[in-house]
């Protein structure tokens, strides 16, 4: 009886109290480390994000005047071949064909970020389910977009190149590239292949298989410009705005 009196109940119980406190502070140390360990590795793939998505959209912008230049040229080609405007200088007609000639490059719209994320299982780092969509949406519209280079790059290969080496001096056109299609700024330096003016290119405006070849362009120009690159504008205006927003809020968080 005695022995029990003597037990430092109170002392024993804080102790407990102590210890139960210690073991659930750790956990929650723990917790709060791994969940701020989460939380950085977020913020990582978001800005990576961000500043790839970033330079797709001056990308987007080079592509519209690149694209949009190509089809002006293969319009002014088609007016000219039908009397609508007056027949230029050869030195002009070659620099219009030349500015046909150029193709869309469907790798420029590959997102590595996006792409090692999705690859990877990396899209569950993003805690917000509607940003998350929104990349999703984006990348369906980006290989939209890349469906329809390819078929620019198709038509090129399969059907415009050797229309232009059976009918026309390709030498002659590509010493007349000064730059590319709607970016004057930028000097496009060609190789001199030694051969000197030989064909008057204003006599092949007046075939039907040219003029068809102009509208098949225009075709591909305008899947890019009205399908293609609307699409992506819109989804990655969406995700970039998305990914500034949830980044801001979480350097509040911090």
């Known amino acids: 009886m005695n022995l029990t009196r003597n037990i430092p109940w109170p002392r024993i119980l804080a102790e407990g109290v102590i210890i139960v406190v210690s073991i659930l502070l750790a956990f929650w140390i723990d917790a709060w480390w791994a969940s701020r360990q989460v939380h950085a590795s977020e913020k990582v793939v978001l800005q990576t994000l961000l500043d790839d998505l970033v330079e797709k959209r001056q990308l987007l912008a080079e592509r519209n005047r690149f694209v949009g230049a190509i089809r002006e040229s293969a319009e002014t080609l088609l007016r000219i071949s039908s009397g609508k405007d007056e027949m230029p200088s050869e ?41 998350v969509q929104a990349l999703e949406a984006l990348r369906v519209a980006i290989e939209r977009v890349k469906f329809h280079s390819r078929n620019d790059q198709e038509f090129h290969n399969t059907i415009m190149t ?18 590319r299609p709607g970016q004057p700024e930028i000097a496009f330096k060609s190789a001199d292949y030694g051969f000197s003016r030989s064909e008057q290119h204003s006599e092949m405006l007046a075939s039907v298989a040219f003029q068809n070849l102009l ?15 609307p699409g992506v504008e819109e989804h990655l205006t969406s995700a970039i705005d998305m990914l500034e927003t949830e980044l801001g809020a979480s350097s509040v968080a911090r």
């Open 215 to 229: 509208i098949a362009k225009i075709e591909r120009c305008l899947d890019l410009l009205e399908i293609g690159h």
């Open 91 to 131: 030195d002009s007609v070659d620099e219009l064909i030349s500015d046909v000639w150029w193709v869309s490059n469907d790798a420029q719209w590959t997102s590595a970020p996006l792409e090692s994320l999705v690859a990877s299982g990396g899209l569950s780092l993003i805690s917000d389910s509607e940003l």
């Open 162 to 179: 050797p229309f232009m080496i059976e009918n026309a001096n390709m030498a002659q056109i590509t010493a007349s590239m000064k730059h």
